[in-house]
């Protein structure tokens, strides 16, 4: 998709999909935000939407990045739930959990084959994507998704024999 295409079909929707989001969940500033990283995910993927069919993908697009950032936040007020209770409610069995839990993955992790470990951490502790570590990295995105699969199998298996 050209520039002059991408700013026709974000001149036509944009009002459209912030509505849309908006009506779901009544935040102006949400609404804006999902419907910017909409356009954002068809820009960078360069997706080029059938004639006729780009509001429907727009709006799928969309409702995708709704749920998730719900699912996120209701993932993080439960966290913070189950904090404030153990907060309110203070073991020190829980601290020694915590940090044998800590020490465990830390002398799992230092144990993992380098190249699963460097993907890994530049996934979960950088925050990049796949697409972008794949540049840093210099190999294919089938290599670091194959990495990365691999080192969660690794983490998985030795943090439960733990």
Not at 68 to 75: A, F, L, N
Not at 95 to 120: G, H, I, P, W
Request: proline share 2%.
């Amino acid at each position: 998709m050209n520039q002059q295409a991408f700013q026709q079909l974000f001149d036509r929707y944009f009002e459209r999909v912030r509505n849309y989001i908006f009506y779901r969940c009544g935040d102006p500033e949400l609404a804006t935000d999902i419907t910017q990283d909409t356009f954002m995910r068809i820009w960078e993927k360069r997706l080029k939407p059938e004639k006729g069919k780009e509001k429907a993908l727009l709006f799928k697009i969309a409702g995708d990045i709704f749920i998730s950032d719900y699912r996120k936040k209701q993932t993080a007020l439960k966290f913070a739930e189950v904090a404030r209770q153990d907060h309110d409610n203070p073991s020190g069995d829980h601290e020694v959990d915590y940090k044998e839990l800590k020490a465990n993955y830390e002398k799992t992790l230092s144990a993992m084959n380098e190249k699963q470990r460097v993907v890994f951490l530049m996934s979960r502790y950088d925050g990049l994507k796949y697409k972008e570590i794949a540049d840093h990295l210099d190999i294919s995105v089938k290599a670091v998704e194959k990495r990365m699969n691999q080192a969660l199998d690794y983490l998985k298996k030795h943090l439960k024999d733990e």
